[in-house]
């Protein structure tokens, strides 16, 4: 079959799209920006990519006609706190336009559990998408899941951030409510499973795994699965806005994505039936199972996709094309270049720099930085990298955004998304002659930009003298 897969790049996916090419189909994505699809060449020249943002005006002509079956992955929660609802509904308005020109049988859409009349604008936003798809002219397999586990997914570093760094925790009372997790392998098994089966045309399914849990039972059990104790005191007394502060300096999570989720918390999302999983014959994983699959996944170095490469993830909106081409005038340098011996690994310890391995000098004050970062709005070191030496456009790395990674051309440049009175750039490249040539950008925002800049300047004097030295080391 032909498929059209929507939010190619986004967390689901990204893991859907290799399995719908071992299952023998003809795929075509669609991505906003072409530049930061994420993907191996061998994959990548066994599709079909499109470039189109569902929030624009169709254009006619752009989807192929003979499209068979389509998938719906696109939402905006993230974006905004106040009109990702409007966001989506004109997304799901432009989708069934752009389908109308097409053969389509089928569209499957990924939505969540909607169990309450007091839905959390996420969920109703949601339901919402479903009522307009239902309007399409194709047929509609609708599958509602609830938390998601799985290696980079946002549910799963939430927890995974919350335990690993606060060994007691002082929390809200929406940790009481209960939720039914599903494993992201289930998630794959069910979209997939659906696909083409008539017999799911026109219906709308809960699909979750087997364990109904509170919040805090499951950072309970992700403490039990990997090995320690913690202590989660629940107070009566934090707010929405409160918790979802707490969220954002706790974890990697965005102030924006907090604030959603925390809205979302404090309502039950539990499957209402099972009739999705004894059709397909499939059995969920339980929870601690799904955790214990995150982390084969997490120790093999096999993170398809994490949440954190969105660019929702960030503060930076724009098309990574716009920044690809460093400024010269009316901006500040600094620029250092040392001789290699051995090009091939200095390369490698340039495609290895943030996450766990660090930024190769003075560690201790680029977490000061991140910290400071994180308090003054920004998105703060706690991102790391999604893959310990695999780098592409568009991802995320600490407090930086990869505008392009081209190992051909011996060159990676970064976008700075920490907060700043005005724009930076850091690039790393090695010439024909084996230097390598390392140099920060920085286009202030008027005299607070200028005052900025000439304030670290000692520090970038030993910091970025350090990092290029111990790069440049053949180890």
Not at 303 to 316: A, H, L, P, Y
Not at 415 to 438: C, R
Request: glycine residues 6%; hydrophobic residues 40%.
């Amino acid at each position: 079959m032909k498929i059209l897969l929507t939010g190619a790049n986004g967390y689901i996916g990204m893991r859907l799209l290799p399995q719908l090419l071992e299952l023998g189909h003809e795929v075509v994505c669609t991505v906003r920006d072409e530049t930061r699809f994420s993907i191996e060449k061998e994959m990548r020249a066994q599709i079909q990519v499109l470039e189109i943002d569902f929030l624009k005006d169709m254009q006619k002509g752009v989807v192929p006609k003979d499209i068979d079956v389509a998938y719906f992955l696109i939402h905006s929660m993230s974006s905004s706190t106040q009109d990702f609802d409007t966001l989506e509904a004109k997304t799901a308005e432009n989708f069934n336009a752009y389908l109308s020109e097409t053969q389509v049988k089928q569209v499957i859409y990924l939505s969540g559990i909607v169990n309450e009349e007091n839905l959390s604008k996420h969920l109703w936003s949601r339901k919402n998408v479903e009522r307009i798809l239902y309007e399409g002219s194709f047929e509609l397999t609708v599958l509602r899941a609830g938390i998601i586990v799985g290696s980079g997914s946002s549910s799963f570093e939430i927890i995974r951030d919350l335990c690993e760094k606060l060994p007691v925790m002082i929390t809200p009372k929406w940790v009481l409510t209960k939720t039914q997790p599903i494993a992201i392998r289930d998630i794959l098994a069910f979209l997939t499973g659906v696909m083409g089966n008539e017999k799911t045309y026109n219906d709308s399914f809960d699909i979750a795994g087997p364990d109904v849990l509170t919040y805090k039972q499951m950072l309970e059990q992700y403490a039990e699965v990997r090995g320690f104790k913690n202590y989660i005191f629940t107070v009566p007394v934090m707010t929405p806005k409160l918790s979802s502060y707490w969220l954002y300096f706790v974890t990697s999570t965005s102030y924006k994505l907090a604030l959603n989720l925390v809205d979302s918390m404090k309502i039950e999302v539990i499957a209402k039936d099972q009739r999705l999983q004894k059709l397909l014959g499939l059995k969920p994983h339980s929870y601690k199972e799904a955790i214990d699959l995150a982390f084969k996944k997490i120790e093999q170095n096999l993170v398809v996709s994490s949440w954190k490469d969105s660019m929702v993830s960030g503060r930076f909106k724009k098309n990574l094309e716009k920044y690809i081409q460093v400024p010269k005038y009316g901006v500040l340098k600094d620029e250092k270049k040392i001789n290699v011996d051995n090009p091939e690994q200095v390369l490698r310890n340039i495609w290895r720099i943030g996450g766990e391995t660090g930024w190769y000098y003075g560690n201790w004050l680029w977490k000061i930085r991140g910290i400071i970062d994180k308090f003054s709005g920004g998105v703060g070191l706690r991102r790391g990298r999604t893959h310990p030496d695999k780098i592409y456009a568009g991802d995320s790395l600490d407090f930086w955004r990869v505008l392009l990674a081209d190992k051909k051309a011996k060159r990676l440049l970064l976008f700075a998304e920490m907060k700043l009175p005005g724009e930076a750039w850091l690039e790393f490249k090695i010439d024909e002659n084996n230097v390598l040539h390392q140099t920060a950008t920085f286009r202030p925002r008027g005299l607070k930009g200028r005052l900025y800049w000439y304030s670290i300047v000692p520090f970038h004097y030993f910091i970025f003298g350090g990092m290029i030295r111990n790069i440049a080391r053949a180890k």
